[in-house]
């Protein structure tokens, strides 16, 4: 068995052991490709994404959609069984899956072929997404409300800001999360979710460029994050990770198509609100970063500025419009 990461050879030889006595799955090579997910082949050649699960019902959701959506036409990269007919594996308390290793080239957003490229497989995966009944099904908080939790959690890190001397920063963020929060509350978002129930609608929660894989046609990967709700939930998220990658241009933006006219309003209204800055934030916060508190607040400033330019330009299209 080969590796190729500086990590204890033991824990990859018993990792190895218990594939092949509890999954009948052989390794010929593994390798640590980050934090519980690894990248296997076997003695037939064959390559796999072996990734472990915290929480079952997650991975049991999982396989319940794979099952149900058409794989023979969709773009997604769903679980296989293991070997010996098992659809997970479970030791430690985490949960075993493995999926098909594609080989192929990561989308880049800063690449507009990729922008496009991305657009059209996620309008793709969410037609072959819908009509997706399965039990149970996990609910999650309704988006609104996740948003404010966020708000409050940046709330939280407020003397960061002041300590460093951003104090406008940090209010000017607090009050553009306050107003568009305060707008987006007039649309019925649990009706929307509830449509999206019993519709059957899906949606995949994380479209980060890495989670497209392009080998011919674009594939996407990782489901954690999949949900049972409103697809606009995905091109709020997918618009907001691509406008530092189109300096913030409104018209460029639009010229992506991502929702019909009729959502178009909740649509600029969800990307102006800062979830991803504040996200951002808290993700610089948890892990050890090497880059200085102050250097980080100096360009969360200067993104800052490029994007109440774009929140200034939204605002006066949406006004002329309704």
């Not at 092949?20 to 690894?38: A, D, H, M, W, Y």
């Not at 997650?58 to 679980?79: A, D, L, M, Y």
């Not at 049972?228 to 018209?251: E, K, S, T, V």
Request: glycine share 4%; hydrophobic share 35%.
């Amino acid at each position: 068995m080969e590796n190729n990461k500086s990590r204890d050879d033991f824990s990859f030889y018993r990792l190895s052991s218990f594939l092949l006595s509890e999954g009948e799955l052989e390794i010929k090579k593994i390798t640590s490709i980050k934090r519980n997910v690894f990248y296997i082949e076997n003695f037939s050649e064959e390559a796999f994404i072996l990734k472990a699960h915290p929480k079952d019902k997650n991975v049991h959701q999982q396989w319940g959609f794979f099952e149900k959506i058409n794989s023979g036409t969709t773009n997604i990269v769903p679980f296989k069984s293991f070997p010996n007919g098992n659809k997970t594996l479970k030791n430690n308390q985490f949960i075993w899956t493995i999926s098909p290793y594609i080989v192929g080239r990561q989308l880049k957003y800063k690449n507009e072929e990729d922008r496009k490229d991305v657009t059209f497989a996620l309008k793709k995966f969410h037609e072959d997404a819908t009509k997706i009944h399965i039990k149970p099904v996990i609910k999650k908080t309704l988006i609104i409300e996740r948003w404010h939790r966020r708000m409050q959690s940046f709330q939280r890190t407020k003397n960061i800001f002041l300590k460093h001397g951003f104090e406008k920063l940090y209010m000017d963020i607090v009050q553009l999360t306050e107003r568009y929060l305060h707008k987006l509350n007039r649309f019925p978002w649990s009706s929307y979710e509830m449509k999206a129930f019993k519709d059957g609608t899906w949606i995949h929660g994380d479209v980060a460029s890495h989670n497209f894989i392009k080998k011919g046609k674009v594939h996407l990967i990782d489901f954690d994050l999949l949900g049972c709700a409103p697809q606009i939930y995905d091109y709020i998220q997918l618009g907001q990770r691509f406008l530092p990658y189109i300096n913030w241009d409104l018209d460029k933006l639009m010229a992506y198509n991502m929702v019909p006219r009729h959502d178009i309003e909740k649509w600029l209204l969800g990307i102006l609100v800062p979830s991803d800055v504040i996200r951002e934030w808290r993700h610089y916060l948890s892990r050890k970063s090497k880059i200085a508190t102050p250097f980080y607040l100096q360009k969360m400033e200067q993104t800052w500025m490029k994007r109440k330019k774009f929140s200034k330009a939204a605002n006066k299209m949406l006004k002329s419009i309704y």
